[in-house]
């Protein structure tokens, strides 16, 4: 069902360049709710945006809604908003939330009056807005990234969100997806100005846990000694696969996931002359994870501490 809602970026696109004055007509909404009314937005500075090749559409409620109903947002997190346009989306989290955060556009009337509106919310001290390139941004301080951009200034932007943002941030993109980085999660809020349906994109993203890893375990009383452990992992941002060995026979992983920082997989193979299989997860720190083992199959379940360290990076 997700994933059937990914094939329609050209006619939003088009929907994207040439609406903006029905676009600028629904965004005149009550403010009841979100503070963020739409006034000030004088033809001038939307052409600005034009002129600069950002298009300024402003998201609607439903579509803010979504997006931090995804991301959860609460005064300890930060948030960032690519292409701020008026300043809605930032405002609104540190007025509902208690969040901190900044915006950043091209267009200099539209950072002024994302400020301006920050100030009348009482929220400047906590939201604010900037005149900068959203590709030379450093965005490695969001806990939470929004964006409403052209889908292949989306794709553009793929590699540096991967690789600066820490791990387990959330991102919220209004109507465009980030190609074969599978979104975690899509909903759809309801009709924009033009008849078609606004979706919002939800990822968390992933640790990088791609190269080598080391491990010892024991496992007392059910096998003696320390056992040494090996695993290679590839990953395609939050997919992963690999294999353990263990100086015997290598065993695949299987049921390998990735959430965040969370890891876990399932390797079966035999141990001493038994088949077991081992359960993992853990909490990726770095080059250092920490959790459990739970050994099952032909002897009684158990779970044992397991602390693995990555002893070579791949990327």
Do not use: C
């Not at 997989?265 to 081992?278: D, K």
């Amino acid at each position: 069902m997700l994933q059937s809602i990914t094939g329609r970026p050209a006619r939003r696109y088009i929907r994207f360049r040439h609406l903006h004055a029905a676009a600028a007509l629904a965004a005149v909404f009550t403010f009841a709710a979100h503070n963020v009314a739409a006034q000030d937005v004088t033809p001038e500075i939307e052409n600005r945006s034009d002129q600069l090749d950002v298009p300024f559409v402003p998201s609607t409620n439903a579509v803010l809604d979504a997006m931090f109903e995804f991301a959860k947002p609460t005064k300890d997190d930060y948030v960032m908003d690519l292409g701020s346009g008026d300043g809605r989306i930032v405002n609104y989290a540190a007025s509902k939330f208690g969040a901190s955060g900044h915006g950043i556009d091209l267009n200099e009337g539209l950072v002024k009056i994302a400020n301006a509106r920050a100030k009348s919310a009482g929220v400047a001290d906590r939201a604010k807005f900037y005149v900068r390139d959203l590709f030379k941004e450093d965005i490695s301080k969001a806990s939470i990234l929004t964006m409403y951009l052209l889908p292949e200034v989306v794709l553009q932007l793929r590699p540096k969100l991967f690789s600066d943002l820490r791990p387990g941030s959330r991102i919220a993109s209004h109507d465009y997806h980030m190609g074969d980085w599978r979104f975690d999660d899509a909903k759809v809020v309801g009709s924009h100005t033009g008849g078609e349906e606004d979706i919002v994109y939800y990822w968390k993203v992933p640790a990088k846990v791609a190269g080598i890893w080391d491990w010892k375990v024991e496992f007392a009383p059910y096998f003696q000694g320390v056992r040494e452990y090996k695993a290679l992992i590839s990953q395609r941002w939050q997919d992963i696969e690999g294999r353990v060995d263990t100086g015997v026979l290598p065993m695949r992983m299987h049921d390998a996931k990735l959430d965040g920082t969370r890891i876990s997989f399932s390797v079966t193979g035999e141990v001493e002359e038994r088949v077991v299989r081992h359960d993992f997860v853990g909490t990726v720190n770095g080059n250092r994870i920490e959790g459990t083992v739970t050994l099952r199959g032909s002897v009684e379940t158990k779970t044992y501490p397991w602390s693995a360290y990555r002893t070579k990076a791949e990327n």
